[in-house]
């Protein structure tokens, strides 16, 4: 039985839920928050090396990151594919999803210990990352449609991606920054209140909603 390890809180470890779920593939989840160290669940570091969450422990070891854990549960469970047939298609997909993951998520996560602690970023940093992901929003709207899925008909692994981060990267920026890069993206409202609509989305936003308080409990106790 395949194990996700992380809490449903977390955007990265709902990128590995959600694809199980449109998967289909039956799994285990075991919480362990962030932060692994000395005082807290040093054993995780043998499984994920940085302390990330999610890691999946399948029959073969620990594997974390979530793309790699989307990678390898498409290459191992082929059946209800989150990627499209053929190499261009599948290598546009990953330029999506590369974009959503380092040119959205990870410029927007600059800003997220400032939305929980309620402070201002530095100058440089909030100018840094309302361009950043402006240009982000920018380019994924060059990639995509919004009529149906991302890439076409068929739900893929970008789709995922984008009903997951897009939304904490809206938070993120309009709570911190009074920034929303999406909104003169056309479609996109209407693409992501669709996606909403699915119970695999909705079983994963009912798992965050009863996980949240557990942990800010957890980053109250070791990150203040
Ligand atoms: N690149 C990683 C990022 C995962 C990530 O940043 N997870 C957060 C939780 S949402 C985390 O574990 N943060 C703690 C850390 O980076 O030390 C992935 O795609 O899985």
Do not use: W
Not at 163 to 188: A, N, Q, S, W, Y
């Amino acid at each position: 039985m395949l194990r996700l390890h992380g809490f449903p809180a977390s955007n990265y470890y709902n990128i590995a839920r959600l694809a199980l779920l449109e998967k289909g593939l039956p799994f285990e989840e075991v919480v362990v928050y962030t932060g692994a160290n000395d005082s807290y669940r040093p054993d995780y570091l043998d499984m994920s090396p940085l302390g990330r969450v999610p890691c999946l422990e399948t029959e073969h070891g620990f594997l974390s990151e979530s793309r790699a854990i989307v990678d390898y549960l498409e290459q191992a469970y082929p059946d209800r594919p989150l990627y499209p047939e053929g190499a261009f298609a599948r290598a546009k997909l990953l330029e999506l999803t590369q974009i959503i993951d380092l040119d959205l998520e990870l410029q927007a996560r600059r800003v997220l210990k400032n939305f929980f602690t309620r402070s201002k970023p530095a100058g440089e940093v909030a100018a840094e990352v309302k361009e950043n992901t402006s240009k982000g929003a920018r380019g994924l709207a060059k990639l995509v449609s919004f009529d149906r899925f991302l890439l076409g008909d068929q739900l893929t692994a970008a789709d995922i991606a984008a009903v997951v981060h897009i939304p904490v990267v809206r938070t993120l920026c309009k709570g911190v920054l009074e920034h929303d890069p999406f909104e003169k993206i056309d479609g996109l409202d209407a693409y992501l209140a669709r996606m909403e609509e699915r119970q695999t989305v909705k079983n994963v936003r009912d798992a965050t909603a009863k996980n949240f308080p557990e942990f800010i409990a957890h980053i109250q106790k070791h990150y203040s």
